[in-house]
């Protein structure tokens, strides 16, 4: 569906419905199942017999830090001979680390690691335990987005609090000047198209960059073309099937959008993957944390109402756009030595005013996991969130409508580590490296990485 090139974007126009839509209010059962959760500690309560410490790892960014520093003073304010340990580290650290710990004796006793699919495949290697009855006491679906719960061979063990979304950021006034297509964009032909209209290499201006650094986050775009265009990486039982002629068109797809791609892009580290759209180098670019309203501030206040957000369209109408998401949260350790403690810790970071105080920490940033937080009234209290509504609105529709933890559950309701693991360890931004860089025939990079990826992951 496309617009006329002098009217807003339709994700800005559908993103309004989104008041009473995909975070409604939840339930009065999911109300009532948290009332007295802090009334007493049960067996984590001490008494004279000494402080009991709690361990806690995560990977949050600078200014989410300090909120959950906040949140756990609090906590501990709240519980007599309580103390919380909080260890912050980088998300390639954070698997190696909650292993060592584990096999150490001393265990951190809750534990986000970064990311769905270390998450879950630490969840196998036996470094979480099951918290059903944290899931259920909060109502399960009725309190949490359907999308960001699942079980893992019958079990919940993780209560999700914010989460990301990957979206395409685009210069409407650049859009305008070259009038080429306005996103949503119906098809890659469109994409494409708009890309071809708004490169001026001339200029140094380029209409989309391809990023082709040895990172995980490198080959999120790669896959969401893959998925995009109805292929997969897992099939529902289980087995690699990225050798598929799905998969060849998506990598022969990038290839084409390298056209209208600075070289410098290819290379480029996380933090410089958003600058440039603000400098005027890219017309688009995405990313997956929202950090366009302190971007605009750092790099372009002139741009206020001109940068928007869309998804990256599927291939065409036959197929359905994916988003990439993140937000499993937090688990509890299977070594913790006070679980029933941990729990409550849980659930006080899970309330429903305790996620909008994290996200408030980086307005527009995230979108929550919990339902009702659009409600929140604390949220609108934010001068940015109130600035940037619309856009928020619609990064948050972009979640309800395509978004999908595809570390864990590319094909939906069926859980599996090995998504995590191929984008992790690289294996997918590799394929469009060969084909990219290397000049390898598209299907015959999708075979080489799909008999790589049957060798490299279990």
Not at 15 to 29: D, I, M, P
Not at 253 to 274: G, L
Request: charged residues 20%.
């Amino acid at each position: 569906m496309v617009e006329d090139n002098n009217t807003l974007p339709n994700d800005v126009t559908r993103a309004k419905r989104t008041r009473r839509g995909f975070l409604a209010t939840a339930s009065a059962s999911s109300v009532v199942a948290f009332a007295g959760c802090l009334g007493g500690l049960g067996g984590g309560k001490t008494g004279s017999s000494g402080t009991k410490t709690l361990r806690v790892l995560n990977s949050a960014y600078e200014p989410t830090q300090k909120a959950f520093k906040k949140l756990f003073s609090e906590f501990e304010d709240e519980h007599d001979n309580v103390k919380i340990e909080y260890n912050r580290v980088g998300f390639a650290e954070a698997p190696q680390k909650a292993s060592q710990a584990h096999a150490s004796g001393n265990p951190y006793d809750i534990m986000n690691l970064a990311s769905p699919g270390n998450n879950v495949t630490a969840a196998k290697k036996g470094l979480f335990q099951p918290i059903n009855d944290v899931i259920s006491d909060r109502g399960g679906s009725d309190y949490w987005l359907e999308k960001a719960i699942f079980k893992l061979d019958g079990d919940n063990y993780f209560a999700p609090h914010y989460g990301s979304v990957l979206n395409l950021l685009y210069r409407e006034d650049l859009f305008k000047e070259a009038g080429a297509p306005m996103p949503p964009f119906d098809s890659w032909n469109q994409y494409k198209k708009a890309a071809k209209m708004l490169t001026k290499s001339d200029q140094n201006q380029y209409g989309h960059p391809v990023f082709l650094g040895s990172n995980h986050f490198h080959g999120v775009w790669p896959m969401m073309l893959v998925l995009g265009n109805g292929g997969h990486l897992v099939n529902s039982n289980g087995k690699i099937v990225y050798n598929s002629k799905e998969t060849a068109e998506a990598l022969a797809f990038i290839k084409e959008m390298d056209q209208f791609s600075p070289k410098s892009a290819h290379n480029s580290s996380i933090p410089d993957m958003r600058p440039p759209l603000y400098k005027g180098q890219f017309a688009m670019t995405w990313y997956s944390t929202n950090l366009m309203p302190s971007d605009i501030e750092e790099y372009n206040p002139d741009l206020k109402g001109k940068v928007h957000v869309t998804h990256v369209p599927a291939k065409d109408s036959s197929h359905t756009p994916v988003a990439r998401m993140t937000g499993t949260g937090y688990g509890l350790s299977s070594k913790t030595k006070h679980p029933k403690l941990a729990k409550e810790l849980i659930k006080f970071v899970t309330r429903k005013e305790n996620v909008t105080r994290l996200l408030l920490s980086q307005p527009a940033g995230k979108v929550p996991m919990v339902k009702g937080i659009l409600e929140q009234d604390q949220l609108w209290e934010s001068e940015t969130l109130k600035e940037y509504e619309d856009h928020y609105r619609n990064l948050v529709g972009i979640a309800q409508d395509y978004g999908r933890i595809i570390a864990v559950n590319e094909n939906p309701g069926t859980v599996n580590s090995i998504t995590g693991q191929a984008l992790s360890e690289t294996h997918v931004v590799k394929s469009a490296q060969d084909v990219v860089l290397n000049g390898m025939d598209p299907m015959a990079s999708a075979n080489k990485w799909a008999k790589k990826m049957r060798e490299d992951l279990k």
